[in-house]
């Protein structure tokens, strides 16, 4: 299943499941839903969640299905990651973690409502133009931004900046290159499609330096941080990434990159096509499913991994925090970076974790979860300091 049913189409694909007519992708979605829901009913129960996916559904998957429903909650875990998650976003806020190693998990719909609680962070950024000039991107920022130089740049009101070429002179090779810049803040996210076309999903707390038309025999960008880049194909005019001390060079595919500066390493992830990524030390090859680490060092080698679930690595693209047995730490960054606030780290215990949460979740939530399902206290002070208090 390439993208998220909508309810009628939902019911068709529960029908088809109890005719025995699914495909395979429809039984692992509606079996995986079944078992993230099963976890809400232990008491026999209906909780609203299965009252919003009808309870009469509910109950003849439950009796399709059989009585295995816990013995299959791990192994399931790969297929109802995106499924559930999605799910929760249009059901209303369900959510789901569980300690790796443990068989503790809690899901909510709901949190009581914390006084210091923070909001997810949306789309905004700044655009820096090539005349030193700042645009803030926003809600309330007009939809003409600049139309210059045979250059439009405009925004859509989803959080998309859009580069678009009126006229040849806007691709001369003699003129000089104008550079613009566009920098998300903690809290912050944004999409830009690029003058050739290619579209790039910035996550929080980064950056990305481009040229406002690509000229010559190349089309280099710099990137700080984390982004999704789908890029548009030109075999004459290869597309190259430079982040920190690595560089990636691609015709036209789709990958991910996070190389944060506080994250100590770089991960760039291959979705579609191939890529070639090189530093000073090393240089590699990319397969689809592949992803390329390496420290942030001149003297760092890169080394491949082949056994990555790219839906964790994208899953922020898609509006979800998603874990496969992600340690504590690597958790609570991202939740920094979205939520633009300060954690203290002295504290924190050696826990790794499996779920999935929507990122457009408050703050008390998540960490509600995490609390639940670590045995663990949190607790957020004024200035948006969040502390790990202790370990039950």
Do not use: C
Not at 247 to 271: C, P
């Amino acid at each position: 299943m390439n993208s998220f049913p909508n309810r009628k189409d939902l019911e068709k694909i529960i029908e088809r499941y109890l005719s025995g007519t699914a495909n395979v992708d429809e039984i692992k979605f509606v079996e995986g839903y079944y078992n993230f829901l099963g976890e809400k009913n232990e008491d026999g129960n209906p909780s609203e969640e299965i009252k919003d996916f009808e309870a009469s559904n509910f109950k003849a998957i439950q009796a399709k299905i059989g009585s295995t429903r816990k013995s299959k909650i791990k192994p399931l875990f790969k297929y109802i990651s995106v499924a559930a998650a999605l799910l929760a976003i249009v059901f209303g806020g369900v959510y789901y973690f569980q300690v790796q190693n443990s068989s503790t998990t809690a899901s909510f719909a709901q949190t009581k409502k914390n006084s210091l609680d923070i909001l997810p962070g949306k789309n905004k950024a700044t655009l820096t133009l090539a005349d030193g000039s700042i645009v803030i991107l926003d809600e309330n920022t007009s939809s003409d931004i600049s139309d210059q130089d045979g250059i439009k740049i405009s925004k859509e009101k989803d959080g998309q900046l859009i580069y678009t070429i009126l006229n040849s002179k806007a691709l001369d090779a003699d003129k000089s290159i104008a550079f613009n810049t566009i920098s998300t803040p903690k809290g912050g996210q944004y999409q830009v499609i690029l003058p050739d076309g290619t579209k790039v999903w910035l996550n929080a707390a980064s950056s990305l330096k481009y040229p406002e038309a690509f000229v010559g025999k190349q089309r280099l960008v710099v990137l700080t941080g984390e982004a999704y880049f789908e890029v548009a194909k030109n075999k004459s005019m290869p597309f190259r990434v430079q982040s920190q001390n690595q560089h990636v060079e691609v015709l036209g595919t789709h990958f991910n990159i996070n190389s944060y500066l506080d994250d100590k390493t770089i991960k760039t992830t291959l979705l579609e096509g191939s890529i070639q990524i090189s530093n000073s030390k090393s240089s590699k090859i990319l397969k689809p499913g592949e992803q390329a680490v390496s420290g942030i060092g001149e003297q760092s080698s890169i080394k491949v991994a082949t056994d990555v679930d790219t839906d964790d690595e994208t899953a922020w693209k898609n509006g979800l925090f998603q874990f496969n047995d992600s340690e504590l730490k690597v958790i609570l960054n991202q939740l920094e970076r979205w939520y633009d606030i300060k954690i203290d780290y002295s504290n924190i215990p050696a826990k790794r974790y499996n779920g999935m949460v929507s990122r457009t979740s408050k703050l008390s939530e998540v960490l509600k979860m995490l609390e639940k399902t670590g045995n663990i206290k949190f607790e957020l002070e004024e200035g948006r300091k969040l502390k790990i208090l202790s370990q039950q």
